[in-house]
T-cell receptor, first 116, second 114 residues
């Protein structure tokens, strides 16, 4: 069964500090992995996408990594800001078979709280 | 840019009542979908559509109906609301469903069934 597990479930850090969120998956065959940010009371917004051939990708203070061999991804946030307080959701897409349905597997998210 | 618009944002129903959650997108996306988000669980796919006139079931379709008469609109109907349908519902759209498609989500509709 395809699964996506995220850790930690929740995290509290001081403003200005760095943090790393983890995503482990068992989705196969792998197509791509996205990190979404979901502010409280809002819909998720894509931060970055990782494909099989990509190891690292940065988007401002956000850096995502992918290890396709160990099926792990991480999202590193540098110099955290209060606006980074949100849930971060890892979503893994499986390659579509000829007769298969859309295949996205969502993690349960990591709730990040930045305190001043 | 409006993006994906959901209405209503909040709704309270009594068990057995029916209602429709509205979703509209102005990005000319072919692919639209409905998800529900419950505490401690990842987003779960209810129904999706790959174009006008074409819909299919997702992971948790029971108790819900959809239709897609236009590219822009994808309403979700609750036929006879049950307390188990208390959740936050998200509509999402995408340029492409089977490649690298980024999902664009609405703001969500919080439904409580008493």
């Amino acid at each position: 069964k395809n699964q996506v597990e995220q850790s930690p479930q929740s995290l509290i850090i001081l403003e200005g500090k760095n943090c790393t969120l983890q995503c482990n998956y068992t989705v196969s065959p792998f197509s791509n992995l996205r990190w979404y940010k979901q502010d409280t009371g809002r819909g998720p917004v894509s931060l970055t996408i990782m494909t099989f051939s990509e190891n690292t990708k940065s988007n401002g203070r956000y850096t995502a990594t992918l290890d396709a061999d160990t099926k792990q991804s991480s999202l590193h946030i540098t110099a955290s800001q209060l606006s980074d307080s949100a849930s971060y959701i890892c979503v893994v897409r499986a390659k579509r078979s000829n007769f298969g349905n859309e295949k996205l597997t969502f993690g349960t998210g990591t709730r990040l709280t930045i305190i001043p | 840019n409006a993006g994906v618009t959901q209405t209503p944002k909040f709704q309270v129903l009594k068990t057995g009542q029916s209602m429709t959650l509205q979703c509209a997108q102005d990005m000319n996306h072919e692919y639209m979908s409905w998800y529900r988000q419950d505490p401690g669980m990842g987003l779960r796919l209810i129904h999706y559509s790959v174009g006008a006139g074409i819909t299919d079931q997702g992971e948790v379709p029971n108790g819900y109906n959809v239709s897609r008469s236009t590219t822009e609109d994808f309403p979700l109907r609750l036929l006879s609301a049950a307390p188990s349908q208390t959740s936050v519902y998200f509509c999402a759209s995408s340029y492409e469903s089977f490649n690298t498609g980024e999902l664009f989500f609405g703001e969500g509709s919080r439904l409580t069934v008493l």
